[in-house]
């Protein structure tokens, strides 16, 4: 089982739509929760940092679970430009406080 | 501040050869990461540091080589390239290691052949 599991997508959607990505992690000892975003051929950048009272950014909502060991991500009324790559993270906070990617959630809004 | 940045941007390696990825942030982190990227997958740690004279090996380090001379740069080296390197590299700084926000630079795209 891998540590961080997304679903792989493609999602594809259409502008003003909502949709949701679900993340789950192996480890429960983590303590740490992010997602990123990750645009065609760029570099990761933070998108929110996921609370265990959820947490709302404007049109993106983050969810945590811990006893479900379960993370999402709900992001309503889809823009064009919110196309990209969502990348699930976890991080310990101890042995080093690893980090681990998931391998991230693929998302298409269309006009 | 120009943040993580990285060179070359792209470089094609015949098997054998050797290069060294350039990493240089300018936010005065004293966390540094090294990371590949590969078709699918999540990011994979080859190598992190805490400090400058300070690293330690990450998730996959083997074929790989870093040092930490300064605060600022934190190069990775590859000696014997392999076509299983073929990957994008990122480097990233922090904080702190459990800082949450990893700022990381534009990549470098290596393909070995």
């Known amino acids: 089982r891998k540590e961080v599991e997304q679903d792989p997508g493609p999602f594809n959607v259409p502008e003003g739509a909502t949709v949701a990505f679900n993340c789950t992690y192996s480890?429960?000892?983590?303590?740490?929760f992010f997602w990123y975003r990750q645009d065609c051929r760029k570099e990761p950048k933070l998108l929110m940092s996921?609370?265990?009272s959820g947490n709302e950014d404007g049109r993106f909502t983050a969810q945590l679970n811990r006893a479900s060991q379960y993370i999402s991500l709900l992001i309503r009324d889809s823009k064009l430009s919110d196309s990209a790559t969502y990348l699930c993270?976890?991080?310990?906070?101890?042995?080093?406080?690893?980090?681990?990617f998931g391998a991230g959630t693929r998302l298409f809004v269309k006009a | 501040n120009a943040g993580v940045t990285q060179t070359p941007k792209f470089r094609i390696l015949k098997i054998g050869q050797s290069m060294t990825l350039q990493c240089t942030q300018d936010?005065?982190?004293?966390?540094m990461y090294w990371y590949r990227q590969d078709p699918g997958m999540g990011l994979k740690l080859i190598y992190y540091?805490?400090?400058?004279?300070?690293?330690d090996k990450g998730e996959v380090p083997n074929g790989y080589n870093v040092s930490r001379s300064t605060t600022e740069d934190f190069p990775l080296r590859l000696e014997l390239a392999a076509p299983s390197q073929t990957s994008v590299y990122f480097c990233?700084?922090?904080?702190?290691?459990?800082?949450?926000?990893?700022?990381f630079g534009p990549g470098t795209r290596l393909l070995v052949l």
């Open positions: 990233a700084s922090s904080y702190s290691r459990s800082g949450e926000t990893q700022y």
């Open positions: 936010m005065n982190h004293n966390y």
């Open positions: 993270v976890v991080k310990g906070n101890t042995g080093g406080f690893k980090t681990i």
């Open positions: 480890n429960s000892a983590s303590q740490s």
């Open positions: 996921v609370y265990s």
């Open positions: 540091s805490v400090g400058a004279g300070i690293t």
